[in-house]
């Protein structure tokens, strides 16, 4: 097997799939995922790592939630296609960074037919299982195990911020220390 590469904020693409409104009001863990997106979205403002978003069908879907778009660049690609891939600006939005950290949802429809087409187009794919959400449990966990034995990473938003880091003398270190106490309570 090999080796599983690191992440740095030069090799990192932060991809926010679908949180938008009327997606997220029927999704049982939505606050806590609102929380951890916005959480690695500030850790990426503040370690410079880019951070790109699309919406699913805005039209009827509505746009991203305001939590999470106030903290991205203005005007996501729009999509039909369950797959960011299938934007036709997604994939050279992420430029040579071979690292895509997927957060957003659903875990077993946008996001994990994101995840299979850049794993199939030679990505490495990095899942925060506590940034991820989907309607139903069942549909959620299924979809880990299988984008994880497609080879798909899993790790969490705050394993992300402390590779990002990669050193407690690191400049932002308190301030993505900070981020995360204010995450926490």
Not at 3 to 32: E, M, Y
Not at 35 to 49: C, E, S
Not at 66 to 91: D, H, M, V, W, Y
Request: glycine share 6%.
């Amino acid at each position: 097997m090999p080796a599983i590469p690191r992440l740095t904020t030069a090799n990192s693409t932060l991809v926010v799939v679908d949180i938008q409104d009327k997606l997220l009001a029927k999704i049982p863990s939505a606050d806590d995922l609102v929380r951890n997106v916005g959480f690695l979205l500030d850790a990426a403002t503040l370690l410079g790592v880019e951070a790109v978003a699309t919406e699913q069908y805005p039209k009827g879907l509505g746009p991203t939630t305001r939590e999470i778009a106030r903290r991205l660049p203005p005007n996501p690609p729009a999509k039909t296609a369950f797959s960011c891939c299938g934007a036709a600006s997604f994939l050279p939005s992420l430029g040579s960074r071979p690292n895509v950290i997927l957060v957003g949802m659903e875990t077993h429809v946008c996001v994990g037919q994101t995840a299979l087409d850049l794993l199939e187009a030679g990505r490495t794919v990095f899942l925060p299982v506590d940034a991820l959400a989907t309607r139903n449990l069942i549909d959620h966990a299924t979809a880990i195990r299988r984008l994880e034995r497609s080879g798909a990473v899993l790790t969490t938003v705050e394993a992300v911020a402390f590779e990002w880091l990669s050193d407690a003398t690191h400049p932002q270190f308190k301030a993505v220390s900070k981020l995360m106490i204010e995450r926490s309570s």
